[in-house]
């Protein structure tokens, strides 16, 4: 398996719902980051989690990362359904001096009825 | 301060013409990535950039593509000789030093190539 990979693949919720869905990664990390992509669109940042946090919290979001385990998860509380989207998450390697390279996971991807 | 610019965002080539995909980075932003994502699957890594650098370009495949960031200008995303397998989305990111930020995201260029 890869680096960053998501659980489960697909999620499909009724609205108000919580929505969870986990990434394990394999190697050390400095961050972790969650993404949202919508569909045919870009991504946008959701929430960066630093390797000595063990949560974050963002509105309706909730972030977990336990380095022993090598996992993180991300939690919707309250779910609509403009939440549907991808979730990906993206860990961290230094390159060089400076700079970060990304490694994503496959997606989880949510459905959220109405 | 705008985000991330892509352009185009939609390019379609012909099997064995060249494909220019741009990227600017957000202001203040000297650090450049490239990522290119296949339907239904997660990024995955191309190259690292900063201003006229290639720093690592590990995920680059060996023939036919290259980049760039040249001290003016934006950065350019160079396939040479297209074919069908290039179809995909590819995606910029860019951040400031350190690599404990955060990279934000264009809204990619759709390469389809026919």
């Known amino acids: 398996s890869q680096q960053g990979e998501e659980d489960p693949q697909a999620l499909s919720i009724q609205e108000g719902e919580n929505a969870t869905m986990n990434c394990s990664y394999k190697t050390s990390i400095n961050n972790l980051q969650w993404y949202r992509q919508n569909s045919g669109r870009g991504l946008v940042h959701l929430i960066l989690i630093r390797s000595n946090e063990r949560e974050k919290h963002s509105g309706r979001l909730r972030v977990t990362l336990d380095t022993s385990k090598k996992s993180s998860s991300l939690l919707i509380t309250a779910s609509r359904a403009a939440d549907t989207a991808s979730y990906f998450c993206a860990t961290d390697e230094r390159i060089k001096a400076a700079g970060n390279k990304l490694t994503f996971g496959g997606g989880t991807r949510v459905l959220v009825k109405p | 301060n705008a985000g991330v610019m892509q352009n185009p965002r939609h390019l379609v080539r012909r099997r064995g013409q060249e494909a220019r995909l741009r990227c600017s980075p957000m202001?203040?932003?000297?650090?450049v990535y490239w990522y290119r994502q296949l339907p239904e699957e997660g990024l995955k890594f191309m190259v690292y950039l900063q201003k006229e650098n290639i720093i690592d370009e590990s995920g680059m495949p060996k023939e036919r593509f290259s980049a760039e960031f040249p001290k003016e200008g934006p950065s350019i995303l160079r396939i040479q000789q297209v074919v069908r397998g290039d179809s995909a989305a590819y995606f910029c990111?860019?951040?400031?030093?350190?690599?404990?930020?955060?990279?934000?995201f264009g809204q990619g260029t759709r390469l389809t190539v026919v």
């Open positions: 990111a860019s951040s400031r030093e350190g690599g404990d930020t955060e990279a934000f």
């Open positions: 202001k203040g932003h000297s650090h």
